[in-house]
């Protein structure tokens, strides 16, 4: 019985991780230039305007990204998006944030927002193009570093 256990716990561990690496594995597309969002943000913004889109690997795969997150670790798609924020420090900074998955993508923008410290980012100005339900979270880390935020529901 103990074996049994063990070799459960033990699959069951290295299934996680499985579902972790490949959701992990493709973070960051690269938006084509029809994409509809790079054209609702250049209606926002005008142009200079920089822009990230969250892949989503699979519901499995980015359930278990949002949950492992939520505990506290830290994902690397938070510190390239937090690294890509970090001018709005010194310097007018427009950035759009959408992805397929707007749970991972809310938990990706407010865990970025997070390193820096209160007020620190005052010239970021950001559009969110995602779901109703997150605006208030992400309003307030954006707030909380002291920039603006801008939303637009998508998919429309």
Partial sequence: MK??????????????????V????????????????????KNAFGPGFDYMIIESGSKLADSAFVSLFKTGAQSDLSRKLFARLAPAESKPTRFMVSGENPDKTAQVIVEALS??????????????????????????????????LRFAPYPG
């Fill in 3 to 20: 074996n049994l256990k063990r070799t459960f716990t033990l699959a069951a561990s290295v299934l996680a991780a499985i579902v972790l």
């Fill in 22 to 41: 490949a959701g992990c594995a493709t973070q960051i597309k690269q938006a084509e230039p029809t994409d509809q969002r790079i054209e609702m943000a």
């Fill in 115 to 148: 390193f820096a410290p209160q007020n620190g980012l005052p010239y970021l100005e950001l559009l969110y193009l995602g779901e109703q339900k997150h605006v208030q979270e992400i309003e307030e880390a954006v707030k909380r570093v002291g920039g603006k």
